[in-house]
């Protein structure tokens, strides 16, 4: 009983994870490979939860085979967390460029845990992070183990510079739900420094893991799955409510130009990139001012309650930031827009194909200028 007490932030942790992985088994019927990092990455933290305490519960112990078990689970818990923080990176790193193979071919981010398992078969002849006395059983730290503190340190110091410097790839919200991802695991390792009866380092990773589910794993019913904008569904249900409710409003339908073309000559990957990256830029735009939806493809609409008479700074806004956007072909990117307001006694069809004309107008109008030019 008092090991359960003592280890009982352990044990709540590891029932998160149980009943996390029953729900993506039963609730989660498309893998991907995201989710199968993410499952690796639970795997490994649960095995950190349960090595943790046994650490504990061997030291000292006389009994056959105790030394094995005292020396192994050390062994393993040091081994661990460059193997965890490989396989954090690796997930990021999916979700930045959506590319497996970038990942496997960088070795999921595992060149410090080899480094480390080498030390640690040195550390069995020459103690270099820690030391089993074989008459006594107690556990000993040796004279490098800060270093591999530091190491560990320093590589969520470069997991952190990785999603600064990527953030562009990402919606504002996914990047601090990344930097939550790698700062939880650093909070737990100083707490623990400080005070090493608190079991929070690897405990810590399991916040992580369930925010990113819900967040990044968990398919929603108002969110397109590849823009994180609002879906088709959520902007027929807004409009809805914003007429019943009488409250003056319109809607700017977009269109990218020629995007089929990227498509064919680029690929589907990159063609994605840039309905991500042109659906963050309206995100930053109409933050304030309105809701953004994909309605699928590369068309998107906003519901423009601020501003209702005027859309045209924000558009210009729009053209402006995609040009000042570090990947090319967001940098090329073009669009055709129509804006209608909702007037009373419109249906949001009739709103919707009201706008679909001005948009088709401007298009045209702009084909017309290059034939003239």
Request: proline share 3%; aromatic share 14%.
């Amino acid at each position: 009983m008092e090991i359960i007490v003592q280890f009982q932030i352990n044990l709540f942790a590891l029932v998160i994870l149980a009943v996390l992985y029953m729900i993506m088994w039963a609730k989660s019927k498309v893998e991907s490979f995201g989710k199968k990092v993410l499952k690796t990455i639970m795997a490994a933290t649960a095995c950190a939860i349960v090595l943790e305490p046994m650490t504990w519960i061997f030291d000292k112990k006389l009994f056959p085979g105790a030394f094995v078990l005292e020396y192994s689970t050390n062994f393993l818990l040091f081994l661990i967390g460059p193997v965890l923080g490989g396989l954090m990176l690796s997930y990021v790193d999916y979700h930045l460029f959506k590319d497996p193979s970038r990942v496997q071919k960088r070795m999921y981010y595992q060149q410090l845990s080899i480094v480390t398992l080498a030390v640690l078969l040195i550390n069995i002849f020459h103690p270099i992070y820690f030391d089993v006395e074989p008459g006594i059983n107690k556990f000993s730290s040796a004279a490098f183990k800060d270093v591999h503190y530091v190491v560990l340190g320093s590589q969520y110091v470069y997991m952190f510079a990785f999603v600064i410097k990527n953030r562009k790839r990402l919606l504002s919200y996914v990047t601090g739900l990344f930097l939550l991802f790698f700062a939880l695991p650093i909070v737990g390792m100083v707490v623990q420094l400080f005070e090493s009866r608190i079991y929070f380092s690897w405990t810590a990773i399991v916040i992580g893991i369930l925010v990113s589910y819900m967040f990044l794993e968990s398919a929603t019913t108002e969110e397109d799955f590849l823009t994180k904008l609002y879906n088709r569904q959520s902007y027929e249900v807004y409009v809805n409510h914003l007429i019943e409710i009488r409250r003056p409003f319109g809607v700017l339908l977009i269109d990218l130009n020629h995007f089929k073309e990227v498509n064919d000559k680029y690929g589907h990957r990159e063609g994605d990139q840039v309905l991500v990256g042109f659906a963050r830029v309206l995100k930053k735009v109409f933050q304030h001012k309105g809701l953004c939806a994909r309605l699928g493809g590369d068309e998107f609409i906003v519901v423009v309650e601020k501003e209702i008479r005027n859309v045209v700074p924000a558009v210009a806004e729009v053209e402006r930031k995609l040009k000042r956007q570090e990947e090319a072909l967001l940098r090329q990117t073009r669009f055709s827009y129509g804006y209608q307001a909702y007037e009373p006694g419109m249906s949001t069809e009739e709103l919707y194909t009201a706008a679909d004309r001005k948009m088709y107008e401007f298009k045209r109008m702009g084909r017309q200028k290059k034939t003239l030019t």
